[in-house]
């Protein structure tokens, strides 16, 4: 597999993982997600879910199965969300590291190409998923309010070097824009 195929997500969301909806899940033909946690459902700096995530959560659950996998080794962070979610999960995953998205896809019992691989970054989420075969959805972090610069100086250098390697950083499939 091409660098530029690895990082090329199928999905790029001009939004949150808030705005990824039952309908757009439903038109990919996705029955599960694998989440991202730190900045792709809380700011870093964030312990808790918050009740619009905790709302979003219930009405995904609904058509898809979920599961957390975080690069974070933190059990009382990752672990308090995933419970106040009601969620497995799994941390440590040293992600674009396969692994730990295994466990998560075998506890789903589905198969890579139904699950969509979640997440705000390019160089652990979208190239994790792209090497087990997953539908990649690349969503823009969520960071803390009282950030002052809205800022991803990683992002944007993954994005930059995703660039010189020949990916587009536009999706593969049907960019959506939700307002």
């Not at 969301?13 to 990919?28: A, F, H, K, N, R």
């Not at 506890?107 to 997953?134: C, K, W, Y």
Request: proline content about 6%.
């Amino acid at each position: 597999m091409t660098w530029n195929n690895l990082l090329q997500p199928d999905l790029i969301l001009s939004g949150s993982v808030l705005t990824l909806t039952p309908d757009i899940i439903q038109q990919y033909g996705l029955k599960g997600l694998v989440l991202d946690v730190d900045e792709t459902l809380v700011p870093i700096t964030v312990g808790k879910a918050s009740p619009e995530l905790k709302q979003w959560v219930e009405q995904i659950r609904a058509c898809a199965a979920l599961c957390l996998v975080s690069n974070n080794l933190s059990e009382s962070r990752i672990g308090g969300i995933a419970r106040s979610l009601n969620l497995p999960y799994y941390l440590g995953a040293a992600k674009p590291s396969r692994r730990k998205i295994r466990a998560a896809l075998q506890s789903m019992s589905l198969p890579e190409h139904q699950v969509g691989m979640v997440g705000d970054r390019l160089f652990t989420d979208v190239i994790a998923g792209n090497r087990l075969g997953m539908f990649t959805i690349l969503v823009e972090p969520i960071v803390h309010a009282d950030a002052a610069l809205r800022s991803h100086p990683i992002r944007n250098f993954e994005v930059w070097i995703s660039e010189a390697l020949g990916a587009t950083i536009t999706p593969k499939q049907t960019k959506i824009d939700k307002e």
